[in-house]
């Protein structure tokens, strides 16, 4: 789904009919699959199942400023809520809620998705020949995007919509050639708020 719909972004751009609706689609595409490359993750939550190999595990001495001993699961993808959890052994042995912690622990009542899993003291990961980790949940930042990425992808996809105006180009100089105008990229202002907002996913756990 979306982040925006095309009435919004015609509002924001203060354009009114349906001759560019597709055209306008598109943008809005575009400018969502640039926010989540950039950030490292969605915006909204989608439910499934992911799969984690004992490569996935991290140490935690390694990261000291988490605390505690042991690994964890960190998981390639923000998560809300788990549904089932099995295990890594061939039978897939469920790991029930009381088992595990999902972390950071605070991390949902300050409107932040938890990043990795820790399991309780009488619990252990395990491997087999041919097992995975599975875990089947919600999956995503929140329920829906927050309202700073809402107006960031208003801007962003703007900008994109504009770019057959040239003041939207940098002017940069190459002497043996001449003057190239070449797209600036993500306007600051949309990289600002991203970066402000703390929005930006680490890929390993600091």
């Not at 597709?22 to 969502?32: F, V």
């Not at 790991?95 to 252990?124: C, D, V």
Request: some cysteine; hydrophobic content about 30%.
């Amino acid at each position: 789904m979306a982040y925006i719909t095309t009435t919004e972004l015609k509002t924001y751009l203060g354009t009114t009919g349906t001759a560019e609706d597709t055209q306008l689609a598109a943008i809005i595409g575009r400018a969502q699959q640039q926010i989540e490359s950039y950030c490292h993750r969605k915006f909204e939550e989608s439910t499934g199942i992911r799969y984690y190999r004992e490569n996935d595990l991290i140490p935690m001495i390694d990261y000291p400023t988490i605390g505690g001993s042991g690994t964890v699961l960190l998981l390639d993808e923000d998560i809300l809520s788990i549904e089932t959890l099995s295990n890594g052994d061939d039978t897939g042995t469920e790991i029930t809620s009381t088992g595990y912690w999902l972390e950071p622990r605070n991390a949902n009542t300050n409107g932040k998705p938890y990043q990795y899993i820790r399991l309780r003291s009488s619990k252990s990961w395990i491997f087999g020949t041919d097992g995975e980790i599975n875990v089947k949940g919600t999956w995503g930042y929140s329920t829906a995007p927050p309202e700073d990425i809402v107006q960031a992808t208003l801007r962003l996809s703007a900008f994109i919509y504009r770019q057959r105006d040239s003041s939207v180009f940098d002017v940069t100089a190459i002497p043996e050639l001449g003057v190239m105008t070449v797209p600036q990229g993500i306007p600051r202002d949309v990289t600002r708020i991203l970066k402000d907002g703390d929005y930006i996913r680490k890929t390993r756990i600091t």
